[in-house]
């Protein structure tokens, strides 16, 4: 009886794992089988910096494609009211120039860890602003900004979360660009 008792432990154990092990081979997603919507996400940023010289409120809406499941790329739209103050020489008055400032971005996003990715960013803005020290006339150009950096992000619900990043701008111009400095921190959603 004990030899019989062995036999049927040991063939149910046996069979249990087996069916364990075929559940688990069957259980992943083939990247194939995940649908394009699955895929993608849509979100935006938000960043500002308020200031008594130089205040900018940046909008920022995105959407984005999971091409693997660590790699991602997107497209996104950017508004910004930008109010600066510049100063003539050599009287040494000062004026303000407020206006909107609107462009496009595309970028590249690569997870590293479950909550650390890096980021890579192309941005081009419409921007009002003073290029001559001895006048009060503004033009309006198209000024690229090409940014690179990371952040974090922290899941809420399904693919969706909130993330901070924090990029350097390799082509900033102090003259020209909306933003106060090279370094931007932006806080951010997506879902």
Known sequence: MRKLFTLVA????????????????EEPQEADSVSFMDRVYFGGNFSFN???NFTYIDVSPLAGYMITQDFSAGLGATYLYLSRK?????????????SSVYGGRTFLRYNIFDTYFAHLEFETLNVEFAPDPFSEATNREWVPGLFIGGGAFQPIFGKGGVNITVLYN???????????SALVIRGGITF
């Open 50 to 52: 308020l200031g008594t």
């Open 10 to 25: 040991f063939f149910f154990i046996s069979f249990s794992s087996l069916q364990a092990q075929i559940y688990f081979e």
């Open 170 to 180: 390799l082509l900033h111009d102090d003259l020209r660009s909306p933003y106060g």
């Open 86 to 98: 510049y100063t003539l020489l050599p009287s040494r008055d000062e004026f303000k120039v407020s």
